[in-house]
């Protein structure tokens, strides 16, 4: 039975453990030899752009054997009016694992329940639970456990702050969310992740939730496809910054995270992420072992 990764909340606290460790194994040279999905084949297809996702599963998949077609929705019939539902029929005939970036989180969906072969969400309005994995492993690595840890993330309720929401669900976090009135993350997702183990408060005073975090997130104020409303977005976040004065407020071995592309001088400043307590880097290197832990759990 395939499986798909639409959302965080797929996986059980005991799958998402189970990957982070493995990650964690891999990126210190585990089966560093070892080829086990030599004639595989990943479909990915990207309506918006990336860096970090498509080059981490182009990358992952060929280490272990396997290989990347990517596609622009332009390159393909779906450009010209095919259905989602007939393309994912027919491309799961010939694909082990298809990867897909969108606007609608429906579209992964309409896509997941088509296809015989695994669907996994490369970012769509939604959710972004690739990046979480990531997360998760990165401050497994550097606090040394996730249950418990104080996650404050400052900025648009978008689809990575619903994404760390189901991840304090399962592992256990306690998360708190600084927005402004508006922004808030998804409700629905809310409602559903506060079933789960941690604790998540929706907050306004980003120096409040700053003052209580062993983390500090954050992410761009103007997702994909938001361009729209850029500039009343960068009027309504600017007390949102994630600076030098908001970490003063904050512990002193707080650690920063962005998942990146930053917008540097909007939500975080040269000075943060650039400096000593900044982790993005190790956040964004963790991509790729965390994409090769999912693969070898999702492609048979
Ligand atoms: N963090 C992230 O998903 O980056 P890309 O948009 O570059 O893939
Ligand atoms: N929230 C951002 C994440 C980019 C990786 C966006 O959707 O553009």
Redesign the pocket.
Same mark, same amino acid.
């Given at each position: 039975m395939k499986r798909d990764f639409l959302r965080l909340w797929d996986f059980t606290s005991e799958e998402i453990s189970s990957i982070v460790e493995r990650a964690i194994a891999l990126k210190a040279g585990a089966d560093a030899n070892k080829c086990p999905l030599i004639g595989k084949s990943l479909w990915l297809l990207f309506e918006k &752009?990336?860096? *970090?996702? *498509?080059i981490s599963f182009e990358v992952g998949i060929y280490q272990l054997g396997g290989q990347s077609i990517y596609m622009k929705p332009s390159e393909i019939q779906i450009g010209r009016g095919e259905s989602t539902a007939d393309t994912a029929r027919v491309l799961s005939r010939y694909l082990d694992g298809i990867i897909i970036r969108t606007f609608e989180h429906t579209k992964l969906e309409e896509f997941a329940a088509n296809s015989d072969v695994p669907v996994i969400n490369g970012?769509s309005d939604l959710h972004?639970p690739c990046?979480v994995l990531a997360d998760l492993m990165t401050i497994k690595e550097k606090k040394g456990k996730l249950e418990g840890i104080k996650v404050a993330y400052i900025g648009d309720g978008n689809n990575v702050a619903n994404s760390l929401m189901e991840a304090a669900g399962r592992m256990g976090l306690l998360l708190n969310i600084a927005c402004p009135e508006g922004y808030e993350p998804d409700l629905d997702i809310l409602e559903e992740a506060r079933n789960g183990k941690g604790e998540i408060i929706i907050l306004r005073d980003p120096k409040e939730a700053a003052g209580r975090a062993d983390v500090i997130y954050t992410d761009v104020w103007v997702s994909m496809g938001q361009e729209d409303s850029a500039e009343k977005k960068k009027r309504k976040f600017s007390a949102y910054q994630v600076n030098s004065s908001l970490l003063a407020c904050a512990k002193k071995d707080v650690m920063v995270m962005h998942?990146? &592309?930053a917008h540097r001088g909007e939500e975080i400043t040269d000075e943060v992420i650039d400096g000593p307590q900044s982790v993005v880097f190790d956040q964004?290197e963790n *991509?790729l072992h965390t994409q090769k832990a999912l693969l070898e759990i999702l492609i048979k």
């Open positions: &752009p990336s860096t *970090r996702t *498509r970012l972004h990046q998942c990146l &592309p964004a *991509r």
